[in-house]
């Protein structure tokens, strides 16, 4: 090879890798508009993301990738524990984590940065980051078809989704409130009382550490016949 010609490879090799890293640089700018939704980039979530921040809540948590690996992944938060279940843990994590071998200190978070913490959650919870984490996904995907097209879902899939932030069954979902197959064998509500036990727990057992949960009564219908229908199954070895 001659020296010409090792000087023309290198010339070509290098604009050419210049030139697709130039357009992939462009092109992204161009795409995050679409890819992160700025239209929904609200004040309240502004606010919450210096709540993050103020917080240090990257910390202990991850966040698009970015953070500590000793708490959940907070990527898809939103959809995994939905909005009283995210706004509880935060302002109670003494109570909520009461059971649980991972504690969260009491960081006096106020009611209205909570509020915009989940605003922020929320917005980052929609980013398109091509299914990351991937174990998130079908919360995401339980999340959007459960109110308007559950018949596409199967029980179990609705159920964790509704309840796995905080609850197992079949090794599966976060064990912070108890396994579900535990529970149904525990409990003596009839069907319309656990219906409105998720809808406002302190309706049924005043200072209850579960939170109201963000679901129709139709939802809470269909978890509540799952629930009961494991009556009947042996309890899952503690």
Known sequence: MTGKTARLIFWVGTLTSAAIFLWQTYDFHMQTPK????????????????????????DCHTILGFGGYYAPDMTKAFYRLGENNIAS??????????????????????????????????????????????????????YKLRESQ???????????????????????GRN???????IANRITYDRQTLINYMINP?????????????VSPQTAAIIADFILSLKSTKEVSK
């Not at 929904?40 to 990257?58: F, I, M, P, R, S």
């Open 176 to 182: 912070v409130g108890g396994d579900l197959t535990t």
């Open 202 to 214: 302190q309706s049924v057992r005043p200072g209850v550490a579960m939170p109201p949960q963000d």
């Open 35 to 58: 890819f992160t939704h700025t239209d929904k980039l609200t004040e309240q979530v502004v606010a919450g993301k210096k709540v993050w921040h103020k917080y240090n809540c990257n």
């Open 89 to 142: 843990i935060v302002q109670h994590p003494d109570v909520m984590y009461k059971n649980s071998f991972r504690k969260m200190p009491q960081l006096g978070v106020s009611e209205t940065e909570t509020r915009q913490l989940v605003s922020f959650l929320r917005w980052v919870g929609d980013i398109e980051n091509r299914h990351w984490p991937p174990q998130d996904e079908k919360f995401v995907e339980a």
């Open 150 to 172: 559950p018949q596409k879902l199967d029980k179990v899939h609705l159920v964790l989704q509704a309840c796995g932030g905080c609850h197992t069954f079949e090794n599966q």
